[in-house]
């Protein structure tokens, strides 16, 4: 799950590196601040978006039977769904870079809280983890997630 994670976190930097060095080559012309607040409010609304994800999933039957292996697809799940949410910010930075609304600091400063955001969003911390596990034992099951990422 962790090698998943980091693979997706790497070609997510390496396109935000390629979004900010190509369409952010030519300056601010007029510098559109507006563009980078807006963006990092979709950072903050992304975020808030996907962490109450973190303890809003759905609690596993008590006689599962096999609960390890369905709350690990369940995570599995959850962290593809947050990476596309997050992801979004990205992606209309790069939308905004291509058309020339905004230049390369203003990308710079919307991208640099993105990928933050999506690095703490979609990594399975101890807090993310353990989270997500009471959510799911909520009716008694052992999801297992605890021991799963202690190692």
Same mark, same amino acid.
Request: hydrophobic share 60%.
């Given at each position: 799950?962790?090698?998943?994670?980091?693979?997706?976190?790497?070609?997510?930097?390496?396109?935000?590196?390629?979004?900010?060095?190509?369409?952010?080559?030519?300056?601010?012309?007029?510098?559109?601040?507006?563009?980078?607040?807006?963006?990092?409010? #979709? $950072?903050?609304? /992304?975020?808030?978006?996907? *962490?109450?994800?973190?303890? !809003?999933?759905?609690? +596993?039957? %008590?006689?599962? @039977?096999?609960?390890?292996?369905?709350?690990?697809?369940?995570?599995?799940?959850?962290?593809?769904?947050?990476?596309?949410?997050?992801?979004?910010? #990205? $992606?209309?930075? /790069?939308?905004?870079?291509? *058309?020339?609304?905004?230049? !390369?600091?203003?990308? +710079?400063? %919307?991208?640099? @809280?993105?990928?933050?955001?999506?690095?703490?969003?979609?990594?399975?911390?101890?807090?993310?983890?353990?989270?997500?596990?009471?959510?799911?034992?909520?009716?008694?099951?052992?999801?297992?997630?605890?021991?799963?990422?202690?190692?």
């Amino acid at each position: 799950m962790k090698r998943f994670v980091a693979l997706q976190l790497g070609v997510t930097a390496v396109f935000a590196v390629l979004v900010v060095a190509v369409f952010g080559r030519d300056g601010d012309p007029g510098a559109r601040w507006w563009a980078a607040l807006a963006l990092i409010a #979709l $950072v903050f609304a /992304a975020t808030a978006l996907v *962490s109450r994800w973190w303890s !809003g999933a759905g609690s +596993l039957p %008590a006689d599962e @039977p096999a609960p390890q292996g369905t709350a690990m697809r369940r995570l599995s799940s959850h962290i593809a769904r947050a990476f596309l949410v997050l992801e979004v910010p #990205l $992606v209309v930075s /790069a939308v905004l870079g291509l *058309s020339g609304l905004i230049g !390369g600091l203003v990308l +710079l400063v %919307a991208v640099v @809280p993105a990928l933050a955001a999506l690095t703490f969003g979609t990594w399975p911390t101890r807090r993310n983890v353990d989270r997500f596990a009471t959510a799911l034992e909520r009716d008694g099951a052992d999801s297992g997630l605890r021991e799963a990422f202690a190692r």
